[in-house]
């Protein structure tokens, strides 16, 4: 069964995950809200506030094996939309030549990003920061390597157009962007299962929806960023590698 995670809801404060068959999972049908480890690990006030994303636990080792490829051996590496904060514990961990700075521009998300870097105690892994990817301004100057999972088509396009523009500019000559999730290709969906997604997605958010990967590209150009590897990924998911040019 593949499903996909679409994000949380204020209202139900859980991660939702959705079916192929386009049954939606919400709390405890779509997996633990909560990491059961943290009952252990993290004081009760932080417990109620760590998040758990199903799909995290599924696509966070195909990932890291792109990621430690990718990304350069030492340096800040600037995750937007870091979500639950799950990816930024198990990626600092594996990279600890990295230092790891988790944001998200949704305070539930932020609050969730802390209390599982406090329980992971990582050196490397930085307090989670406010970013709304489509603002003029971003908090930080510089990121040797920028890393968004998952953003792409669930937020409108304009918050794509603002990943690629700070992308551009805080990245040094050769800095990566990895973009990971699902994405048109020629104009078509490459799966059944993205289609009804993407219809999915669309009837949450008119503004969100899968995109194409040529539209993407495109945009990246424009913002001196260079389309350098496209990798296919479980559940029909790609890795997408962009440097930026010299
Ligand atoms: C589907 S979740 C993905 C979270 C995480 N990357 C993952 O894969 O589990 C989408 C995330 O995008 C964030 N997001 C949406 N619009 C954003 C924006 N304009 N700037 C930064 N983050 C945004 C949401 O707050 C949410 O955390």
Not at 114 to 124: D, F, I, V, Y
Not at 145 to 168: D, E, F, K, Y
């Amino acid at each position: 069964m593949t499903r996909r995670f679409l994000g949380f809801s204020p209202v139900f404060a859980s991660w939702h995950s959705r079916a192929a068959n386009g049954t939606f999972l919400f709390g405890s049908r779509g997996g633990p809200l909560i990491c059961p480890m943290y009952w252990h690990m993290t004081k009760p006030s932080d417990f109620t506030e760590a998040l758990t994303s199903p799909s995290v636990a599924r696509n966070r080792d195909p990932i890291l094996s792109v990621l430690r490829r990718v990304l350069p051996p030492t340096g800040q590496v600037l995750e937007i939309a870091s979500g639950t904060g799950e990816h930024a514990v198990h990626f600092a961990a594996a990279l600890p030549h990295l230092t790891w700075q988790p944001t998200d521009r949704d305070e539930q998300a932020l609050r969730s990003i802390a209390a599982h870097r406090e329980a992971s105690g990582l050196p490397n892994l930085l307090a989670p920061r406010v970013l709304d990817a489509a603002a003029a301004e971003w908090p930080l100057e510089w990121a040797d390597a920028i890393v968004a999972i998952n953003m792409v088509h669930i937020s409108p396009w304009r918050v794509t157009q603002g990943l690629m523009a700070g992308a551009g500019l805080i990245l040094p000559p050769g800095g990566v962007l990895f973009l990971y999730g699902a994405y048109k290709e020629n104009g078509a969906h490459t799966a059944s299962s993205n289609e009804a997604f993407d219809l999915d997605l669309r009837r949450r958010n008119p503004e969100w929806g899968v995109r194409d990967l040529e539209s993407v590209v495109d945009l990246a150009r424009e913002h001196g960023l260079d389309h350098v590897e496209r990798l296919q990924m479980p559940s029909n998911n790609l890795s997408l590698v962009f440097r930026r040019s010299g």
